[in-house]
Antibody, heavy 124, light 107 residues
Framework: EVQLVESGGGLVQPGGSLRLSCEASGFTFSNYEMNWVRQAPGRGLEWISYISKSSSPLFYADSVKGRFTISRDNAKNSLYLHMNSLRAEDTAVYYC?????????????????WGQGTLVTVSS | DIQMTQSPPSLSASVGDRVTISCRASQSISSNLNWYQQKLGKAPKLLIYGASRFQSGGPSRFSGSGSGTDFTLTISSLQLEDIATYYCQHSYDAPYSFGQGTKLEIK
């Protein structure tokens, strides 16, 4: 069974840092591109970052560029999100999601599996 | 960056109704359009990918259509368990933005 389990969320003061983790099981993690998506309370989904299978290239939403860093450790089946200079508007549930590509048309990609999310609250 | 616009923002329908949700991209994204269902307090779940390709294991009453800039998610016969918020998302290139969501309620 495919599982993605996020951890590392919590309460942090504005300007602080936090590292989120996402542990994968039930599939060959190193074969999949990964993403982070967040959802502020009562709001919609916001894609924030992508990492390829080999850790290059990396992509970020403008809202987090320069403050957040995505990384992965394929030996540990783990994805990470290092968050610095946190702001109140970063308060959200953070989801990791694995990206799959269609077997017949690999240009078609989608977020196949999602974790349950971890809540980050930025407040003094 | 590609912007995704969904309509309507909310929708109320009766059990058994045919329901359609629209999604428009700010530029052509070919068939790189996915639909997700999110129930209250849960993670999103993939329904449709590649605009019309059905994700195995999902209910067959869900279908998708469209290409280029205009897309539609259709529920052929609404069921109680379909109460959720639905999101479109493009996967043409990063940033992989989502629509604002359509909250579906039962009359």
């Amino acid at each position: 069974e495919v599982q993605l389990v996020e951890s590392g969320g919590g309460l942090v003061q504005p300007g602080g840092s936090l590292r989120l983790s996402c542990e994968a099981s039930g599939f060959t993690f190193s074969n999949y591109e990964m993403n982070w998506v967040r959802q502020a309370p009562g709001r919609g989904l916001e894609w924030i970052s992508y990492i390829s299978k080999s850790s290059s290239p990396l992509f970020y939403a403008d809202s987090v560029k320069g403050r957040f860093t995505i990384s992965r450790d394929n030996a540990k089946n783990s994805l990470y999100l290092h968050m610095n200079s946190l702001r109140a508007e970063d308060t959200a549930v953070y989801y990791c999601a694995s990206m799959r590509r269609d077997g017949y048309n690999p240009l078609l990609s989608y977020f196949a599996y999602w974790g349950q999310g971890t809540l980050v609250t930025v407040s003094s | 960056d590609i912007q995704m616009t969904q309509s309507p923002p909310s929708l109320s329908a009766s059990v058994g109704d045919r329901v359609t949700i629209s999604c428009r991209a700010s530029q052509s994204i070919s068939s790189n359009l996915n639909w997700y269902q999110q129930k209250l307090g849960k993670a999103p779940k993939l329904l449709i990918y590649g605009a019309s390709r059905f994700q195995s294991g999902g209910p067959s009453r869900f279908s998708g259509s469209g290409s280029g800039t205009d897309f539609t998610l259709t529920i052929s016969s609404l069921q109680l368990e379909d109460i959720a918020t639905y999101y479109c998302q493009h996967s043409y290139d990063a940033p992989y933005s989502f629509g604002q969501g359509t909250k579906l309620e039962i009359k």
